[in-house]
């Protein structure tokens, strides 16, 4: 499988190149500065450069072609004024899908933030109220659009321990914290599960190891018959 990765320098991507590596697949990392690509490359993913919040569809489809799956990672945080958020938050992840369209990529997987609602309210912070905002618009859209296999991860709180494995995976978890290395592995495992297309799950730290929790949500159980 031949997946692109966007933001593909953060710590998520990252972790998430060197496990789809490890499964044998073809990593291309999208990345915006030069400086970057050394570390891209040592996580096994190709680097390609491309500026997230100028990009049109016709750029993205370039980097699209002969792929079969999107991994959007990329997230540029806080802003500088509440209401106002950066375009890789919201409009580079919609522009993105309509480059899959142009080319034929169904998949699409997103990593966004649990609390990601088109009403977020955030009144401590009206800089995390925007950003939450913005994600959830980008979510909302995407699970809307009828060509893509789209499945949305809303972690928890990121912690930067080695991972457990071990997860909480649901559309509702309640809150908690996650290691980003276990969030990077769910999102190789939703990757490899297209059957959790059209999926908007939370993400915590649990109990149930992490190929079982996808494998679950994939395959849900068959309903009992009444007794």
Not at 169 to 196: C, F, H, K
């Amino acid at each position: 499988m031949h997946v692109v990765v966007t933001g593909g320098h953060g710590r998520v991507a990252l972790a998430a190149s060197r496990l789809g590596t490890a499964r044998g697949w073809r990593i291309t990392g999208l990345i915006r500065r030069p400086e970057q690509a050394d570390d891209v490359r040592a996580a096994g993913a190709y680097p390609v450069l491309l500026d997230l919040a100028t990009a049109t569809a016709e750029q993205f489809a370039e980097r699209l072609v002969g792929a079969d799956a999107v991994l959007y990672t990329a997230g540029a945080g806080l802003g500088d004024a509440p209401g106002r958020a950066n375009p890789v938050d919201r409009d580079a992840a919609l522009t993105l899908a309509d480059a899959a369209q142009l080319t034929g990529v169904r998949r699409y997987v997103v990593l966004s933030s649990m609390g990601a609602d088109r009403g977020a309210r955030y009144p401590k912070d009206p800089l995390v109220e925007t950003y939450l905002r913005a994600k959830g618009e980008a979510d909302e859209h995407l699970m809307s659009r009828p060509f893509l296999d789209c499945t949305v991860l809303r972690p928890a709180w990121f912690r930067d321990g080695p991972g457990t494995g071990l997860v909480r995976l649901a559309e509702t978890t309640g809150t908690g914290e996650v290691d980003r290395a276990d969030a990077a592995a769910v999102l190789v495992a939703l990757l490899a599960a297209p059957a959790t297309a059209g999926r908007t799950l939370e993400l915590i730290s649990g109990h149930t190891p992490i190929e079982e929790a996808v494998a679950a949500l994939a395959h849900p159980a068959d309903p009992q018959p009444p007794r």
